[in-house]
């Protein structure tokens, strides 16, 4: 695995045992794409991805702690079940902690691609999403 990460979109926070992200964003629908983008580029090498698959996610919670966690756990499970990975997300509609996007991406290959870690799952732990005025801010830790 490559050493810590750091990129406007997210850095890479040390816990012990698991990953965690520290995500940022100009909106709260840019810091959800970030939020996706950071999960993707911990998981795998997603340089070059030549963007032939593209897939129309919605999902819903109660609040934006929940919303974070169902979005992250579906763009996982993609990446589990269809071996296809992410590195542009369109935020069609963010409202009422519903959230629909267009995802595009590439199908995974291990011969070209490195798995940096495999995620397990996306915790509750030490998770939150909160607006500082006109920045939006969150955390999500990842058990691999």
Not at 102 to 125: L, Q, V, W
Request: charged share 25%; glycine share 4%.
């Amino acid at each position: 695995m490559p050493g810590s990460k750091s990129h406007e979109r997210y850095i890479q926070i040390e816990h012990t045992g698991d990953i965690g992200i520290k995500i940022f964003g100009n909106s709260a629908q840019e810091l959800f794409a970030n939020a996706a983008y950071g999960m993707f580029d911990v998981m795998v090498d997603i340089s070059e991805l030549e963007h032939n698959v593209s897939e129309t996610i919605d999902v819903a919670a109660d609040n934006y702690e929940e919303l974070l966690v169902t979005w992250l756990t579906e763009l996982n499970y993609i990446f589990i079940s269809e071996n296809r990975i992410f590195d542009k997300f369109e935020i069609t509609r963010f409202k009422n902690f519903e959230l629909s996007s267009i995802i595009s991406g590439d199908t995974f290959d291990p011969r070209k691609r490195e798995i940096y870690s495999e995620i397990k799952a996306i915790t509750y732990h030490e998770l939150y999403v909160k607006q500082n005025g006109d920045k939006w801010e969150a955390q999500v830790i990842f058990d691999i």
